[in-house]
């Protein structure tokens, strides 16, 4: 069975209090109607549903596999305020699932074609309640430099191998041979560290993140590419996880009319969300 987890950072409370200190208006999570964009099997949405039996959680993902799995665990813990869709957030049309007040999208832009990155920041807008917030995450540069130092390597050794198994037990073998070698002061001393501090390092996760080949359109982006490519969708994003400790750039998506508050405690919140661990 595939492995999928909650990501406590898109967690339905962590982020109305955030938008809460911006003075944004946010509905009663425990009510709230959350939609999750390449949710996997749900692991990310189950904790919230079972937490909150009054709220409304609906999953969509490409692989029916996932949706089969996640659909026999919501079963099995009688959930009935759950629902989980295999769909092609290209090819549907969000606005047909409703309107949400929560809207998360984790792991998923960084890892999918052009068009269908344009189509994530389109759900966005259309599945958005005019009061609702959404979360969105993307690999960036050039943050997302040291880690390719680490994946490179593991690439190099692992890459052609043709079983799972085998390109794990390779490519780990490169991380540990790198430690031996590295001198404590260099770059690469300071690039496996960093890779080693995520902890997380399942054979599942390294494979899925580290060993797949990358496209043009999946490769990390800059910020000014993202900016670029949410302006036709006139959503508002505030920046409120930290580049060099994760990676990437998580926001808050929020629809045009809304109107956060950014005064000076608001924005020192923002850093202090940064730092998270």
């Known amino acids: 069975m595939d492995e999928t987890h909650p990501f406590p950072q898109s967690a339905p409370g962590h982020l109305a209090a955030i938008a809460h200190r911006f003075g944004l208006e946010v509905p009663d999570v425990s009510t709230a109607r959350v939609l999750e964009i390449g949710c996997s099997a749900g692991g990310n949405l189950i904790p919230f549903a079972a937490w909150h039996p009054e709220a409304r959680a609906v999953g969509i993902d490409l692989s029916q596999v996932q949706i089969d799995q996640g659909r026999r665990r919501v079963a099995a813990l009688g959930l009935r305020n759950m629902e989980l869709f ?66 490179d390597a593991m690439l190099l050794r692992g890459g052609a191998m043709t079983s799972p198994q085998e390109k794990v037990s390779y490519a780990r073998g490169m991380i540990d041979f790198l430690e031996e070698v590295a001198p404590a002061d260099s770059v690469l001393a300071k690039a496996l560290s960093d890779y080693r501090a995520q902890g997380n390092l399942t054979d599942h996760y390294l494979l899925h993140e580290d060993m797949k080949s990358w496209r043009r359109s999946t490769r990390p982006a800059t910020s000014s590419r993202w900016w670029g490519e949410l302006r036709p969708t006139a959503l508002q994003y505030l920046i409120v996880h930290g580049l060099a400790r994760y990676r990437l750039d998580s926001v808050l998506l929020l629809p045009p009319t809304s109107t956060p508050r950014l005064d000076e405690p608001a924005t020192r919140l923002a850093e202090l969300v940064r730092e998270d661990p």
């Open 86 to 151: 295999q769909a092609d957030i290209a090819q549907i049309d969000p606005a047909a699932l409703g309107t949400f007040d929560l809207v998360v999208c984790h792991g998923v832009y960084s890892r999918v074609p052009e068009h269908v990155q344009q189509a994530i920041l389109s759900a966005f807008r259309a599945a958005l309640a005019p009061d609702g917030i959404g979360y969105h995450s993307y690999n960036v540069y050039p943050c997302w430099k040291a880690r390719e130092i680490v994946r």
